[in-house]
C-alpha cells in the first residue's frame, strides 16, 4: 500500500464542473478543497476538508480531517471533527487558518473510519463492517455513510447523509457518487518524521 501516493492523490483542490452539467437535477456544482495539515495527528498524516457550493464560494461547510491510518500492510481513514468548526471555516482558500489545527483542536468520529484497498489505478475507502458514523450537529444526531475513490486526476465521494432511525438517504451521493476532478495539486509538507504513515 503506497500511503504517500494516496496522500499525494488526496490534496488539492477539485470541482464536479461536468456532472453538475449533465445532472443538475442530482449534482450541485461543489468546489473541494483538500489540504495537507502541517501539524501530524497522533503521529499520522492528516488532511483538512472542506467543500462551498460554486454559486456560493463564500459559504464553505463539512469541514472535517482526513487522517490515514497505517496498520502493518493496510490503511485506514480515520475521520475527525473540529471542536469549533467556525474557527477553520474558510481554509479551503485560506490555509494561513490551518496553523492552528492542531490535534488539540479536534475530535475523532466514533465509527467514522474507512478501510482502504489498493486498486491498481486507483484507492477505494469503505466503512467497516457494521460502523456507523454518527454526531451531534445543531441539536440532532446526524449519521452519514462515508466513502470515497481517489486516483491522480480524479476524487468520487459516495458520502450520504441518512436518518439515523430508517436509513433513509437525505443528501449527498444519492444517485451515485460525486465526481470531482482534480484542477490542481497542493504539496505535501515535509513527511519523514511520519515515517511509515505515509509509506517510507
Not at 13 to 34: C, G, I
Not at 48 to 73: C, H, I, M, T, W
Not at 168 to 185: D, I, N, T
Request: glycine share 8%.
Amino acid at each position: 500500500m503506497n500511503h504517500l501516493e494516496l496522500a499525494a492523490w488526496l490534496c488539492g483542490e477539485f470541482d464536479n464542473q461536468a456532472q453538475s452539467q449533465d445532472d443538475p437535477t442530482w449534482y450541485v456544482p461543489l468546489r473541494l478543497w483538500h489540504r495537507p495539515l502541517l501539524h501530524p495527528i497522533q503521529g499520522q498524516f492528516a488532511i483538512f476538508a472542506e467543500q462551498s457550493n460554486v454559486l456560493q464560494l463564500d459559504k464553505p461547510y463539512r469541514q472535517r480531517v482526513l487522517v490515514l491510518q497505517p496498520e502493518g500492510d493496510r490503511l485506514s481513514v480515520q475521520f475527525w471533527a473540529f471542536r469549533d468548526p467556525a474557527q477553520f471555516r474558510g481554509a479551503g482558500v485560506n490555509p494561513d487558518l490551518l496553523l492552528q489545527a492542531t490535534e488539540a483542536a479536534l475530535e475523532a468520529l466514533p465509527g467514522c473510519r474507512l478501510q482502504v484497498s489498493d486498486l491498481g489505478d486507483r484507492y477505494r475507502a469503505e466503512p467497516e463492517p457494521e460502523s456507523r458514523c454518527c454526531f451531534p450537529y445543531d441539536g440532532k444526531i446526524r449519521q452519514v455513510v462515508l466513502g470515497f475513490e481517489a486516483s491522480a486526476t480524479q476524487f468520487l465521494s459516495y458520502d450520504r447523509g441518512v436518518d439515523p432511525d430508517t436509513g433513509q438517504s437525505l443528501w449527498g451521493a444519492m444517485m451515485g457518487p460525486y465526481r470531482h476532478q482534480k484542477r490542481c495539486a497542493y504539496p505535501l509538507p515535509n513527511l519523514e518524521s511520519l515515517g511509515s504513515a505515509v509509506g517510507a
